[in-house]
């Protein structure tokens, strides 16, 4: 056994905080780390200053100083969330809410305050509300949602194109996810600026998170009473509709689960993408080579950037060791996505190339694994290769070093990517032209998305097919070119 670290739930703390300016501002009681505050604009940089004083399982305080642990290491996050026997979700096995530590006007209650969800579940409970969201997740047209994408890019380029410039977080990144949320679920006509800025902001913990967790909840909670009275083929009536019975308290929660996990995930998916590939040279040479797709790119962000940095909390259900702390029963632990990412026992050469590599942590693991990660990934996938092939020559318009983040404990997005490009005319987003992205796509991207290709109906007798006068091919090999062009085409 390793002796226990202090950590502030005895009753010897001093409750005394440094004045502001001090060298030890940042700290709070027992002398622990704050994760909030002055001293944690760089997040980033507080998570390496933890393991290089602790190691692989830190403590610290949270808003309020909330007593907890934070995961660094990438094998400690990965035990952690694959043994339920040890840590679950169930938040009303911390301590802290148990004793009262946590107010019930603390700014982070919306992230942990106990919910009939899938992810706060355990055991017979946990099977029966995970499958009802993985069964409804099954029913989903992948095809016809990478449709929807593809046209819904086009719409928003539509909305900037003839203006040569653009803003693309606010007005690409952060809609696309929720135009193509709203259609899963069901609830377009709900789709409105409102609605992307409370889904936006309540994972900040902001003042103001609080209020926009009410009217999110208002909106799901009165999508989930339409389709129980007029059910519709949508992911929503899915739900209701399971084996599983779910009321309709756990049909909101669990839309209020799946829409914010999709959407902030994706539009910081989305903005990180574009960012690298509008700053990094070398990332954006990979790209015009060939050497990397854009779903490739995509899983180098999941390790890079990860669009939730980590997810809290997992609690202790017994007393137990991890990354040579003693983790006492009720204890709560931050999931590391971010530090993890970064561990240098698995990525020692932070440059080098992970394309291909999808044991990041960035959609969980365990019991609780990201249900729905396939479609943040066609999202992304089918949105920069729509975005990307329409404007070409897209340029950020204006330095590097002037792009800003805003961070908070779950997260850190860009605030905005400007971009210049040469005007274009809009297109007709419902028009089906012949094979566009590989007849008109420029050389230089390279994308693998076939799904996309094989969702345009294809015509009983393409014009461009080869004609009969063409140059027969060799007998020892029937077939072959004319199999090597429809793949060119698309086909």
């Not at 005895?10 to 704050?34: I, S």
């Not at 035990?79 to 009303?92: A, I, L």
């Not at 903005?271 to 080579?289: E, I, K, M």
């Not at 006068?469 to 077939?479: L, N, S």
């Amino acid at each position: 056994m390793t002796p226990e670290p202090r950590f502030p739930t005895g009753t010897d703390a001093p409750t005394t905080a440094p004045p502001p300016g001090c060298p030890a501002h940042g700290l709070g009681p027992g002398g622990l780390r704050r994760l909030y505050g002055p001293g944690a604009e760089d997040l980033g940089a507080v998570y390496e200053e933890l393991r290089a004083q602790h190691g692989a399982v830190a403590p610290a305080l949270l808003h309020e100083d909330v007593p907890i642990w934070v995961v660094l290491g990438h094998s400690e996050n990965m035990h952690m969330v694959r043994t339920p026997s040890h840590f679950c979700r169930d938040p009303r096995l911390w301590s802290a809410m148990q004793d009262g530590t946590i107010k019930p006007d603390h700014p982070l209650l919306p992230h942990f305050a106990w919910q009939p969800v899938c992810s706060h579940a355990e055991g017979d409970e946990h099977m029966r509300l995970r499958g009802a969201v993985t069964g409804a997740m099954s029913t989903i047209d992948h095809r016809g949602i990478r449709r929807h994408i593809n046209r819904a890019t086009q719409h928003l380029v539509n909305k900037f194109c003839e203006s040569g410039r653009a803003e693309l977080v606010s007005q690409f990144a952060e809609h696309l996810p929720m135009v193509v949320m709203c259609e899963i679920l069901g609830m377009p006509e709900e789709y409105n600026d409102r609605l992307v800025h409370a889904t936006r902001d309540l994972p900040k913990g902001t003042e103001t998170a609080l209020a926009s967790n009410a009217y999110l909840m208002d909106v799901l909670m009165r999508l989930t009473a339409r389709r129980r009275a007029e059910p519709e083929d949508d992911f929503t009536s899915h739900l209701i509709r399971h084996p599983a019975g779910l009321n309709d308290d756990e049909v909101g929660q669990h839309l209020r689960v799946v829409l914010i996990a999709a959407y902030e995930t994706t539009t910081n998916l989305l903005a990180n993408v574009l960012r690298v590939v509008l700053t990094d040279p070398g990332f954006r040479a990979q790209l015009n080579g060939g050497q990397m797709t854009v779903p490739q790119a995509v899983e180098q962000s999941l390790w890079d950037e990860p669009p939730f940095s980590t997810i809290l909390p997992y609690v202790a259900k017994q007393d137990t060791e991890l990354g040579d702390q003693v983790i006492r029963k009720g204890d709560a632990l931050l999931f590391g996505i971010a530090p993890g990412n970064v561990d240098p026992r698995v990525r020692p050469d932070l440059t080098a190339n992970m394309k291909g590599n999808r044991s990041h942590l960035a959609f969980g693991g365990g019991p609780h694994e990201c249900p729905g990660q396939d479609i943040g990934r066609a999202i992304a996938d089918v949105g920069v290769d729509a975005l990307l092939t329409r404007l070409p020559d897209i340029q950020l318009d204006c330095e590097e070093d002037e792009l800003s983040w805003r961070s908070s404990i779950s997260n850190r997005h860009l605030v905005e990517l400007p971009v210049r490009f040469a005007p274009r005319p809009q297109q007709d987003a419902m028009a089906q032209p012949e094979h566009p992205a590989s007849v008109q796509r420029p050389s230089n991207w390279q994308v693998s998305a076939p799904q996309l290709h094989k969702a345009v109906p294809e015509p009983v007798a393409p014009a461009t097919a080869p004609t009969p006068t063409a140059t027969p091919e060799p007998a020892t090999r029937p077939g072959v070119f004319r199999r090597l062009l429809r793949w060119w085409r698309g086909d």
